[in-house]
């Protein structure tokens, strides 16, 4: 099993901020199945203000090169990401066209204890 983390940025709108939320109570049944089949047994989103932290657990075998092809194939995910990116903004740090941005693990307290 694997760990990615990754963040992105809502638009700093209370309102904006609340739909999408609630959206991701009610996430189509078609983005589950594609998240699953990808191989992604886990996911949350966490949210601080506008800034958005997901957790990913993935099989081994996951691939981002690969989900992204099987996503730029699948009309329905693409649909779903047309409409988050009315929400969503990048992070300051994002290449252009990037939206979520995996980050980078600084600490583990397991590997400070003996």
């Not at 901020?17 to 959206?23: D, G, L, Q, V």
């Amino acid at each position: 099993m694997k760990r990615y983390c990754l963040a992105l940025d809502l638009k700093d709108d209370p309102a904006l901020i609340a739909a999408y939320e609630k959206h991701h109570d009610e996430i189509w049944p078609e983005i589950v199945t594609s998240i699953r089949e990808s191989g992604i047994s886990h996911m949350e989103i966490y949210r601080s203000g506008n800034r958005l932290f997901m957790i990913m657990e993935t099989a081994d075998h996951f691939s981002f090169a690969e989900k992204a092809i099987a996503d730029q194939n699948n009309p329905k995910v693409q649909e779903w990401e047309t409409l988050m990116w009315e929400y969503q903004q990048a992070i300051p740090t994002a290449r252009p066209g990037e939206k979520w941005v995996l980050m980078e693990k600084i600490f583990s307290l397991d590997k400070n204890v003996e």
